[in-house]
């Protein structure tokens, strides 16, 4: 899932209401709450809107940003995704399913 620092969630208008609960990783625990982001991605004559489910951390205030983390749920589920490292290049190829 996607993941991102609750400043930037804020900074994005994303609905912090939901039920908190803990989540576990390298570095430690911290509050989170699951919301909802709507990713729009274009090219050319081609453009899609997709809301992903994205995972806010509640991180201290002073603490440096979390790093955001584009996750595989609610965006791999609709591109068939082609990484190109030696080139640096990312292909998304649309599914054809919708939400």
């Keep these: 899932m996607s993941a991102l620092d609750f400043r930037w969630a ?3 208008g994303l ?3 939901g039920e908190r609960t803990k989540s576990y990783g390298v570095t430690g625990s911290a509050d989170t709450i699951i919301s909802k982001v709507t990713l ?3 090219k050319g004559h081609e453009s899609y809107s997709i809301n992903v489910p994205v995972r806010v951390l509640f991180v201290d ?3 440096p ?3 955001t983390l584009i996750g595989r749920k ?3 589920d609709d591109f068939v995704i ?3 490292e030696s080139n640096q290049k990312i292909k998304l190829k649309h599914n054809g ?3």
């Design 61 to 63: 205030d002073t603490a």
């Design 74 to 76: 609610g965006f791999f």
């Design 10 to 12: 804020k900074l994005l």
């Design 82 to 84: 082609t990484i190109d």
């Design 97 to 99: 399913q919708s939400d």
């Design 65 to 67: 940003y979390v790093p």
């Design 15 to 17: 609905d912090l209401n």
């Design 40 to 42: 729009e991605i274009s």
